[in-house]
């Protein structure tokens, strides 16, 4: 296939899942692919891309890893872009292969849970965030946006590549937290402030849906509620302001028993 | 002049300075606007807007206050809005009427400065941040995107109205500080960690831009200097979300001297 027909493809979820690849675009999430021991498949770039330092070094880093580089025209380059700005680059990747069967853990570990958040900058902060507090993975539940979509990467800025992120469907994920005994927390605005918590060693926070939280499925399914006390009058924060004040809290303090 | 016409003008951060108004766009936004104590200067809607029972209900709550409508075709509200999905409704209304000599502060206060924060949904994120971890002002420094645009106020979802929200130049800012005797902070990579710290009852915490971070001049005013411990090979956290997990952390915690 040609790279630039594979990396319209790769612009649907169905084309990503099909292929196991995803697209970086830009300079920046470029650069990040390139650091990262990730398989690259290709690269599209336009004459803008070499304009700049920055760009030249870029297409040296590529060539200098034997990459396959197709030069394409601005209109073709923006015919297989998801983002507006693509800067003269696209890199075609590989999906890192991780599954919850193989995933490693240390033993103190905090896990994070997508549950429906929809917004593409919302997920890309949340795995930020997680890979910034020494998360130990990222797991998108059903009815979570595609982590793997260039928004998400583009907002992510490289933390795919330093937290194992990946989908799980429901099932898979409540076995996998039995298995490796992995409490269940879930962040709800009535949830108790975690200050006054004894966290686990090994516990999985799920943050959910930007307007209506985490599903009632999942909220059954918590061992523990917990949620940040906010100005009266305020609804709500963030979802990944919410998950960073959390994760930041339970991060180091593990329960003395 | 015809509120369509001025809507048009307000798209513009001179237009919004010189007639002291600004827009909200979309559903969510008109209701804030409704809910809160803010002078409503009038509103374009389209017929779009009451095909749902939550816009009918905007729209009554309107003609309730006697508020001026201009109804316009789905091609005319899109000349006027700054974002993509007006939803069949704009308001117009007055910015509050807050500056640094008249702002009235708690004892206990934590303000929220933006140095250079360029991104609108990030600015949003920050308002409703620190409306939510009761932050006692916002004051947008020079180079910060406009507090009042329309996809900043989208964002912030209603917090402006919940936190004085303000711009400020400099040498005005730094002259309030002073009077006030609020004392200054900077977050930055390589602050020390909040929990080592003894926060003063008045404090203003500096956040900075998305790539560069706080300026040098705005770093070397600050007292303090803090900032929250990464994971290896993680360069930062979102703006918001540092600023979350600072305001976090620092809300309740006053010295004890």
Redesign the interface.
Known sequence: VKLLTLARDLQRRKGRERRGLFVAEGVRSAEEIVRATVQITGALVTPELTKSDRGRNLREALDSRAVEIAEVSDRELASAAGTDTPQGVIVIAGVPDYSLSTLRLPSASRLLLLDGVQDP?NAG?LV??A????GAAVIALPGTVDLWSPKVVRGA?G?HF?VPTLHADSDETLGFLADRVIELWVAAADGQPPESLSPPSALALVVGNEGAGVSAAWRRRAQVSVG?T??A??????V??????LL??LRDRVAQS
């Open positions: 900058g902060a930020r965030t890979a910034a507090l020494g800025m933390a330093q940040l906010l100005t009058g305020v609804e709500s924060l963030n990944a302001v919410a998950a960073g004040i930041y809290e």
